[in-house]
Every structure is written in structure tokens, then in C-alpha cells.
């Protein structure tokens, strides 16, 4: 499950960038602030019931309570909140319009996401996963379908609701390579707990070559050869591939998810031009390989209760993996 994919939860004081780095710079704050009022009621609590009496006097006058009760917060917390305003700044900076711009959209219980050019156009479509370059920041276009999400990968930002109707904005940036968890973090259904995503961060030319392939397999509509080459020469699977695609389209698949270069361009579900070279299944909660592929369209329902794929366990053992076989192969 998410625990056995990138750790789960995700750390939450572990930043992998400039943004996160300014929240966990707070969060660290309001411990140590914590933890200092907390020494302090505690010394004066102990101080008002076992201390001398002239303690107690002084704690329980007048004075006592302007200052501890009123003026001390009063100047603590305005000073606290001047300071991590300014801190955190650059969260809500104006956008300038040249960042790299993603779209995502959550949905009951997954994220749609759509990478967009300088003019807003869509250009890729992806599920559960965002690809990023290191040292690039990236400016996250935020809605949502149905209910509020909200959208939080801790590594890289604080975290920021998706409301339907509106479109809210969120910077990210990441400052080295890697594969970074991320989550709902507003309770939006009965499998909220099991809605995450991974966002993966490349050295800038290495996030060139992946964009370039995708857009290169967009442009060819045509599956990857490297894919169909092992497909052909592993267990003789391209009969099986062939097999696999007609029953994805004969069998409803095509009117909910979207396939590059097919007719399947259903919208409803998980756009699954490049499944196969997914992380996960389910929105964070499989890894992606044939076996776990098979249970998911055999029977997601006992998987992810209530999520909007129908099972399909009226298809035998071989056409399940026949269409798996199949998906393997859009990379």
C-alpha cells in the first residue's frame, strides 16, 4: 500500500526545496515557541500552587494577568505573525507567467494532471504523477471535479485546497533529484486516506529527454519500440498485446480513459497514455506491475472501495491479463 512506495506518510520536516525549506523553517518556530509557553505555564502553575505565598499573590493580581495574560501573547503572536508572513513570502509572490505551468485536478479519490504551455494550452496529460526539473520553479494550477482536496507533497510546498469552482495556485521547487510522496490533506470521501501521488524531480537535461519522449510518443501515436520490442520477444506477448487492445475497447475501458493515437479518449477516468511507465496504481497505492494491474481491473472495488471504476470480474484470468499486457506497453 502508499507506505510501501515512498514512505507514509510523507516527512513532513524533510525539505527537498526553497519553499519547503521556509515551512519546515516555521514549523521548527512554532515547536520551540510551543515549548517554551509550555515551560512557562507549567513554572507558574507549579508557582501558584506550591510556591510561597508571596508567589501566588503576584500571579494572581491584577498585574499579573495584563501582562502574562494580554500583553505577552499580544506582542508574541503579532511578532510571530509579522515574521512568518515575511518568511513565507515568495508563496504568494504574483505570477510572473514564465514559469513551467501543471494543472491539477482532483478527483474522487485521484489527481488529474495536465502540463500546460506559455499560453495555457494542454500539451501532456498524466495521472498521479508530476515530472519536474531541479532548481525550476513551478507554479501548480489547483481544482477540483467534485468535493475539496487538497493537494500537499511536503517535500517541496505547504500544502493548498482544491475547491471546485475556483482555481488556486501553488509554487513548487524542488533542489535535488528524486521521488518525492504526496497526498490529499483535506478529507474528501470515504478512501481519502488512500489518494496519493508521487512527484518526481530530474536533473534539468534529464527532465528534457523524458519531456522530448513523451511528446515525441504523442506526435507518433504510435506505442514505444522499445516496449513492443520486448513485448515480441518476451513469451511471444504481442498476440496477447493485440488481444488486449480490442477487449479495452470492446469492453467499455475506451469510454472512460484516454490512449494517445487510439480511439479510446474517454475522459471520465485516468488519462493512461503512459501507464506503464507509472510508479503506482490506484492513486498511490499499488505498485505498477502486471499482477497488481490484473487485480485492479479485475476488482478494484475490494482494492479502493467506492472509487468509479466498475470491476470487471466477469472477464477471464487471460483477457485481465491480456489487457494488462497491453497497458504494459503505453510508456
Not at 95 to 102: F, H, Q
Not at 165 to 175: N, S, V, W, Y
Amino acid at each position: 500500500m502508499l507506505d510501501a512506495l515512498w514512505g507514509w506518510p510523507p516527512p513532513v520536516l524533510d525539505p527537498a526545496g526553497p519553499f519547503s525549506a521556509q515551512v519546515t523553517t516555521l514549523a521548527w518556530a512554532l515547536f520551540g515557541l510551543g515549548a517554551v509557553v509550555t515551560v512557562v505555564i507549567v513554572a507558574a502553575l507549579w508557582a501558584a500552587i506550591k510556591g510561597p505565598s508571596k508567589w501566588k499573590q503576584a500571579l494572581g493580581g491584577e498585574r499579573a494577568i495584563w501582562i502574562g495574560g494580554i500583553a505577552f501573547p499580544g506582542v508574541v503572536l503579532t511578532a510571530l505573525l509579522v515574521w512568518g508572513l515575511t518568511l513565507t513570502a515568495s508563496l504568494t509572490e504574483p505570477i510572473r507567467g514564465d514559469e513551467m505551468r501543471i494543472r491539477v485536478t482532483g478527483e474522487m479519490w485521484w489527481f488529474r494532471v495536465q502540463y500546460l504551455d506559455p499560453d495555457g494550452n494542454v500539451v501532456m496529460q498524466d495521472a498521479n504523477e508530476i515530472h519536474i526539473p531541479v532548481d525550476t520553479p513551478v507554479v501548480l494550477e489547483l481544482e477540483s471535479a467534485d468535493v475539496i482536496h487538497s493537494f500537499w507533497v511536503p517535500h517541496l510546498s505547504g500544502k493548498k485546497d482544491m475547491i471546485p469552482g475556483r482555481r488556486t495556485f501553488l509554487r513548487i521547487e524542488a533542489d535535488r533529484a528524486g521521488e518525492f510522496g504526496g497526498v490529499c490533506a483535506e478529507y474528501c470521501g470515504g478512501q481519502h486516506a488512500l489518494m496519493g501521488f508521487v512527484a518526481i524531480a530530474y536533473e534539468p537535461a534529464d527532465w528534457v529527454r523524458w519531456r522530448d519522449a513523451r511528446l515525441a510518443r504523442l506526435a507518433s501515436g504510435v506505442q514505444p519500440s522499445a516496449a513492443v520490442a520486448r513485448s515480441t520477444t518476451t513469451g511471444g506477448r504481442s498476440a496477447a498485446a493485440s488481444q488486449g487492445r480490442a477487449l479495452f475497447m470492446d469492453t467499455g475501458c475506451a469510454a472512460c480513459h484516454r490512449v494517445a493515437g487510439t480511439e479510446a479518449n474517454g475522459l471520465a477516468g485516468p488519462d493512461l497514455t503512459h501507464v506503464g511507465s507509472r510508479r503506482s496504481l490506484g492513486a498511490g497505492i499499488l505498485p505498477n506491475h502486471r499482477g497488481t494491474m490484473i487485480g485492479w481491473i479485475g476488482d478494484s472495488q475490494s482494492i479502493k472501495p467506492g472509487n468509479r471504476m466498475p470491476s470487471y470480474d466477469r472477464l477471464s484470468a487471460e483477457e485481465l491479463e491480456a489487457i494488462a499486457i497491453w497497458l504494459e506497453l503505453q510508456e
